[in-house]
Every structure is written in structure tokens, then in C-alpha cells.
């Protein structure tokens, strides 16, 4: 079991290495060796009802390729799902978002936000910057509390 994250566990068999997370009812798992993979998802199939889905390609917002060179993750799918959710699918892509150099001050008059889709966006982002912390600053940095209120500009 992980020390950090107790969904994930390792095996370690000799120089081969087996991965398995669990999410709900979820169990990916994959490792350095054919036989150590084919071995455990034979175990886990007379133990347990469960459906064999393949290889993986999606999981919770994640896309997966894998190919000769290395198995890559990106959030392409996710971004764009987001993007449209909150009406700014057709919003103009920029490498950054906003001047990093802008000093940015509250806005007294700035219109007052719906808190429920704020927190489903700030939910979103969250977890769309957990792995893109390049991103971060700019979403951080566009926003400003007022007396209690989250204000835009």
C-alpha cells in the first residue's frame, strides 16, 4: 500500500514491478512484466466478478496513450468538456492567459457570482491544474473577494 495515497499498491517481485489502483469500483493495474499482469488479473478474475475493459485509454478525466516511446497523460478531453461547461468553448487560446506583470486590484463594482457554479468551476480547475501547475497562476490571479464575495472582472 502507498504511504501517500492508500488506493495505490506496488509488488515488487524480483526486478519486476506491479502497480494497482483502486477508485470505487475501479482497479487499474499494470507493470513492467507480461506474465506479473497476466498472473494477477487471473487471480483477481476467480476471486472476483469483473470485466476485463482492455487497455487503458480513459480514466476520471485522464487520457492515456501508450505507445512504443512511453504511456503519456493529458487532459485534452477534460479541458474542452470545462471549457464548454462554463460557456467558454469558443473562448481564444493564449499561452498565457493574462500578463503575469499586471498588478491586479479588487473591483468593487465587479458582478456578483452564482457560488454554486463558482465552486463547480474552482472544483474543475482544481483538478484540471493538478497536473498543469504552469496554469495555475493565471486562474488564481483572476479573481478577487469582496467583503465575503467572489468578484470578476
Known amino acids: 500500500m502507498g504511504s501517500v495515497d492508500k488506493t495505490l499498491f506496488l509488488l515488487k517481485q524480483g526486478t519486476d514491478t506491479l502497480l494497482v489502483q483502486i477508485y470505487v469500483d475501479d482497479i487499474i493495474f499494470g507493470g513492467s512484466s507480461h506474465a506479473l499482469v497476466g498472473k494477477f ?5 476467480r476471486e472476483f466478478e469483473m470485466s476485463m475493459m482492455g487497455e487503458l485509454t480513459f480514466f476520471l478525466g485522464l487520457q492515456i496513450k501508450q505507445t512504443r516511446e512511453g504511456t503519456f497523460v493529458h487532459q485534452g478531453k477534460y479541458t474542452k468538456d470545462v471549457l464548454k461547461k462554463f460557456d467558454m468553448g469558443e473562448a481564444k487560446p493564449l499561452s498565457t492567459p493574462m500578463s503575469t506583470t499586471t498588478a491586479l486590484d479588487a473591483d468593487e463594482e465587479g ?3 452564482d457560488q454554486k457554479e463558482y465552486r463547480s468551476m474552482i472544483g474543475s480547475l482544481l483538478y484540471l491544474t493538478t497536473t498543469r501547475p504552469d496554469i495555475q497562476f493565471a486562474l488564481w490571479s483572476s479573481e478577487a473577494v469582496v467583503d465575503g464575495e467572489v468578484k470578476v472582472k
Not at 488479473?41 to 478474475?45: F, G, I, L, P, V
Request: net charge negative.
Open 111 to 113: 458582478e456578483v457570482v
Open 41 to 45: 488479473a487471473e487471480t483477481m478474475s
